[in-house]
T-cell receptor, first 113, second 113 residues
């Protein structure tokens, strides 16, 4: 959807290096989320944000940190990438308006070698 | 805590067959329910949602789902599938006072031409 973009779309990185993924929205949603998608596990919540500088952990937060310095941007950082973090990462917005689900970004395919 | 179970991991059907995908959730309060679809290589898209009112919800592309509160279920149905319905389908639940959606592990649907 046009209101949410993720960058980069693809990235290959080496074990032990830090990596930052960006999610940008133009919809002014208060809530933003980072999920990872792996075969057999569906989508698992990594971190989410409920406002500028307000973030909380999801179910698989170890090895990840997030930052939200402005409403539009939600950054996900892998502090020291490991092969187990090879995955497809999706950002989502929504959950803060009545009768509204989530809108997902197009995803970032990350490979850690 | 919220949880979602999708019992069918992979469903294979012939074109024109009827479809029903199971979804059961666990949550001790009022819920919002969703079905998302992910076509190969794409991001998740909202298929339909239930917030309140008529428990039979109609979505895009001929899909519908029925919320049965007594069974904690929200099964997805389509009377006649097409090859283009080949995708992965995710059920999701959000407590009405919660801030995050929890996803099931997904059901892969394969349609034989």
């Amino acid at each position: 959807d046009a209101g949410i973009t993720q960058s980069p779309r693809h990235k290959v990185t080496e074990t032990g290096t830090p990596v930052t993924l960006r999610c940008h929205q133009t919809e002014n949603h208060r809530y933003m989320y980072w999920y990872r998608q792996d075969p057999g596990h569906g989508l698992r919540l990594i971190h989410y944000s409920y406002g500028v500088k307000d973030t909380d952990k999801g179910e698989v937060s170890d090895g990840y940190s997030v930052s939200r310095s402005k409403t539009e941007d939600f950054l996900l950082t892998l502090e020291s990438a490991t092969s187990s973090q090879t995955s497809v990462y999706f950002c989502a917005i929504g959950g803060d308006r009545a009768n509204y689900g989530y809108t997902f970004g197009s995803g970032t395919r990350l490979t850690v070698v | 805590a919220q949880s979602v179970s999708q019992h069918n991991h992979h469903v294979i059907l012939s074109e024109a067959a009827s479809l029903e995908l199971g979804c059961n959730y666990s949550y001790g309060g009022t819920v919002n329910l969703f079905w998302y679809v992910q076509y190969p290589g794409q991001h998740l898209q909202l298929l339909l949602k239930y917030f309140s009112g008529d428990p039979l919800v109609k979505g895009i592309k001929g899909f519908e789902a029925e919320f049965i509160k007594s069974k904690f279920s929200f099964n997805l149905r389509k009377p006649s599938v097409q090859w283009s319905d080949t995708a992965e389908y995710f059920c999701a639940v959000k407590g009405s006072s919660a801030s995050k959606i929890i996803f099931g592990s997904g059901t892969r649907l394969s349609i034989r031409p």
